[in-house]
DNA sequence: AGAAGTGTACTTGTATACAAGTATCCAACT
DNA sequence: AGTTGGATACTTGTATACAAGTACACTTCT
């Protein structure tokens, strides 16, 4: 929504764009290959023009990264990317927290507590805990109604997917992370701005440091 | 440095989106104008795959709009995008704030004493004063070193530029940046993080109040 | 044998030709 | 006169052909 393509103008290059986009968060584009112009051309059934154009927006993403000697590979897996990721979601969360605080309908308060609701009935079931969490952030997102913050939260939130596979879902998270989501609904119904953006800050900086822990111990991501 | 392109190989594309942004920056191409393309190739003296090329990246950053219809046009001047733009520029400098405390050293913090030294000694002329209180965010951007951050930054920054000529400079106002700046320095040399983060983003609200209350006077920016 | 130089194959960058879709303008008809 | 139809000119999207630069391998010379 808040895409620079509103629409997506059904033209190859956008479908290339949602393919290789896919295929990078996926790592079904290994991090560190090299993507080669006239092969993926041929792959995806297209000429090199649509191609090179969904290339391009996606180095402009980062989901690319142009090589100083001119070759395009996808970016190699960091612990300390995923670091500067959180960190900077933290910072939007807790934005969009304070915004939502000055924006919030009744309406939107029990679109909220419903969320919240529902993720305390299924906490048992980590996909539908996990979905429920995204929900919440989305609908304060759109609740703050910045779009700019919008946008950028959702560069990042493609970057952090490309590490999901890292991320555990341990049931003790869940309860925690359930618990900050109460507490930061409450906060944002007492339109306690401060309070909100620092539940959210804090949510989210939890969020970086267990999955951090958990990183460094499997010791799978490079670099 | 954050920037997807880390060396601008000299390529047309380049050169042709360089000189693009400079010309929407400066309002040499109007906003709400279209772009056509054999017409702008022809004025760059290239072809139209490199122009597109530029013009692309550029919508990426939102420095253009795709249309619905198809067209491309250089995006109008609001309000609303000025107060959403302060707004997530208070929570970066917040952040990049907040990680400065954690990382500067004793050379960082003389370089930032220094900056605001030559600040204050320069406080009457407007735009030298504006010049450091430039260098001082970028020197805690740097002293952040937090990629991400940096580059929503720049981004961010890019966007607010276009509405420079409505921005004052009023004397008041250069003495109040300068108090703030010597708040958040004097935070960061304190290592106190959450001061530091609040200085920050109180200090860009500020601005941003400031500039609202500039522009609705004058009345010049529709929307 | 090792190193250097040359040639070949392949890469990306650019120009141009072509196709498809859209708006505009004029004419003809109701 | 207003509206509708069609033809034309122009837009963007795509493919392909071409150019320039790079890396690699092979050969040759010391």
Not at 11 to 32: C, D, F, M, N, W
Not at 89 to 115: K, P
């Amino acid at each position: 929504m808040a895409d620079p393509q509103p629409q997506p103008r059904n033209t190859g290059a956008h479908v290339v764009y949602g393919e290789l986009k896919r295929q990078i968060l996926s790592l079904e584009l290994k991090p560190g290959e090299r993507i080669y112009e006239p092969a993926m051309a041929t792959a995806l059934q297209v000429s090199r023009t649509p191609l090179r154009e969904a290339i391009r927006r996606l180095i402009s993403e980062s989901l690319l990264e142009q090589q100083a000697t001119g070759g395009v590979i996808v970016p190699v897996l960091d612990q300390t990317a995923i670091s500067e990721l959180y960190d900077v979601r933290a910072a939007l969360e807790s934005l969009m927290a304070r915004e939502a605080c000055a924006n919030a309908t009744e309406a939107d308060l029990e679109e909220l507590r419903g969320i919240v609701a529902r993720n305390a009935a299924l906490v048992e079931f980590a996909d539908e805990a996990m979905k429920y969490g995204v929900a919440l952030h989305a609908a304060i997102a759109r609740i703050a109604g910045n779009s700019w913050a919008q946008r950028f939260h959702e560069q990042i939130a493609s970057q952090v997917e490309r590490y999901r596979y890292f991320t555990n879902n341990a049931p003790e998270r869940r309860d925690e992370a359930l618990a900050n989501h109460r507490l930061l609904v409450d906060a944002i119904a007492s339109k306690d701005a401060e309070k909100a953006a620092k539940v959210a800050f804090d949510h989210v900086i939890g969020a970086r440091d267990e999955t951090l822990r958990v990183i460094s111990s499997t010791g799978l991501v490079i670099e």
